[in-house]
């Protein structure tokens, strides 16, 4: 199982880089990661309302919601929603917020 | 010019077996030259430490070495172990008379080989040949199981079995998409996408080897959460109760969508994909069943509202499971019948292989989508204007539901009734390309094999669907219809793998969408170009 260190701590990730004990998730660890994800500079208020609504809505439904839905739910466009998270949010959001790789025929 | 590795070959060395060089693709048309001296990027060394080599640069499952001799020697032993299974009686209760009569009748006359895309497309990789893994296979079968075979292997063609050998056709087998397009062109019936499908069998059930997305992603979450893409009951309603919302918002047309409703004619069975990646193929389907008048339901049953069955690809064991689920489901709901949304593998899966697992009172009437939707139609119960799809469109043909099945008119009389601008591709039906996803591999991206993928076994698919539209200005938007959620993945990511949106203008959606889209008294178009709805 591949790791990564970040900012001190030793973290299992799977071959894309997805953390794989979601529990062990924590702020360093998303704003450590963050520049991978091409995102320049700390997180943003708009950064973390994002990644605490994934983070939520996994805790309750076992998934990551569908994009459009992560959209309205926060009161923004595709547009933002790329402007934040420039790799994408299957890609970029979901990997900052601890969430595992989607999974299924998506 | 390259050594021509033959299927002795496998068990020695322990170095890649193909490499695919600049230029060895097939080349591509105009606006696309700059992707026709690709290779694929090599694997990062930290994401293969400790696992077997692989034969091609790419890797779909990345076995782990074995630690040491004993263990290795074990694993030889469990695979002749499965491998003897796979031809009695009792262990093979799906595929036996098929897979004894392609190890027996193989005349190696190439006719399989010059059907199959991957092997044309990838430069003729002497790997990826149809027969070479089949030929690897029938050399162990011969020599390991037939009585005096070590004997004959002499002159029959010989293979020394070791662990790399094994775990080499482990690998092979996913190099193949199951399409079947070699067996539909055998002279005598050979079957080398089933030969594939065997090998896959033998390491999933005798030795716990599959891709993680099949398997421990897979059918094992589908079987626990309920939807191998994680969804459970919860986040499904949750999912569909959105989409009702948005259908509301980009159609103007109110639906609701009934869960559970007990004798109800129709269950309904979407891939749960199209509920996360597309929702408007779930919204379509409401929408029409709702204005024919149907009496249909979802499940909300755990498994019952995700119809994939990705056991069909690997491991008879996890299918039966899945597929008596999905039958048992029906039967509490006292449905009349089961219908497959736009979802290949779960036709073949449902409809036609669990045919003999499914009896008694589990043998539900099942049927295509395309079947209803085609009822729907001819039943003149709604009106369509063909005029509001008026831009190109083609057909993708899902082998599962075409050439597995053989439906294949259906499809094509409803476009006749809505798209006026359809073209064939070439060639199409029952001798249709596959769109290089099938069997699984739309949704396998580990590694590089997403890459691997994008270039080789979906090239075929590509090419047609340029060619189908090589008469149209590139800025004109075109659409490719493909009624099946893995097809759609697998074109999805060709087209953004391609840059096909900004160099084509190249779209993609389901069967359902362009009904809607053209029936009458809808207030908004449900297909858009980007932001650019369909009609105004």
Known sequence: MPQIELAGKIYEVDEDGFLQELDKWNEEFAQAYAHTEDIEGPLTEEHWKIINYLRDYFAKFGIAPMVRKVCKDNGIDMKKLYELFPTGPAKGACKLAGLSKPTGCV | MKDRITPADISRGSAGLCRIEPGDLAPLPPPYEDFNEAVLKPLAAEKIKGLETSPDDTLAIGIAEPANKQEEEELVRRFLAGLKKLFEKENNWTFLQPLLLSMEHCARCQTCSEACPVFEMSGRQEIYRPIFRSEVLRRIYKKYLKPGGRITAKWTGDIDLNWKA??????????????????????????????????????????????????????????????????????????????????????????????????????????????????????????????????WTLSSEAAGYDAVNYGLWYDDVQFARVAVKHADIARRLKVKKIVLGECGHAHKALTVVADRLLTGDLNIPRESALVTLEDIVMSGKLTFNPQKNDFPVTLHDPCNVVRSMGIVAPQRRILGKIAPRFREMTPHGVNNYCCGGGSGFAIMSGYNFAEWRNLVSSRKKFLQILQAFESEPAETPKYVCAPCSNCKGAIRDMIAYYHAEERSHLYYGGLVELMVNALEGMKKPIIHFGEEPSWK
């Open chain 2, 166 to 295: 094994i775990a080499r056709l482990a690998e092979l087998s996913y190099r193949c998409s199951l399409c079947r397009r070699c067996a539909s062109v055998c002279p005598i019936g050979v079957d080398n996408g089933l030969i594939a499908h065997e090998i896959r069998k033998l390491f999933s059930q005798e030795m716990g080897i599959a891709p993680k997305e099949l398997h421990e992603k897979g059918t094992v979450l589908h079987l626990r959460a309920g939807s191998s893409t994680g969804m459970n009951p919860l986040a499904a309603k949750d999912s569909v109760e959105f989409i009702q919302e948005e259908m509301e918002e980009i159609t103007g047309c109110k639906v609701e969508i009934p869960w559970d409703v007990q004798g109800a004619d129709i269950l309904l069975l979407h891939n749960a994909g199209e509920m996360l990646a597309w929702p408007e193929n779930v919204g379509a389907f409401a929408i029409l069943f709702q204005a024919a008048g149907l009496s």
